[in-house]
């Protein structure tokens, strides 16, 4: 039971730094990819000591990359 809070908390921490809130399909494709495969591989060089930052710092930095896309028309 004492590593049942802690480890809930660190999923929790985790969850809120996916990516499936960002829309990428209103945006053309040729502009989205680039944006998320940056983000892909921006979250697989995080390293272990400060990944729930760097994974928050990823996800803004692939929004930001987005509103520089094209919306499909």
Request: net charge neutral; glycine share 2%; aromatic share 8%.
């Amino acid at each position: 039971m004492k590593y049942f809070l802690p480890a809930f908390f660190i999923l929790m921490l985790l969850g809120c730094v996916t990516t499936n809130d960002v829309d990428v399909t209103q945006f053309e494709p040729t502009c989205a990819q680039p944006c998320i495969r940056f983000c892909s591989d921006c979250i697989s060089d995080a390293s272990a000591g400060h990944r729930t930052v760097l994974l928050h710092q990823c996800k803004q930095a692939m929004k930001e990359c987005l509103q520089t896309c094209t919306p499909k028309s």
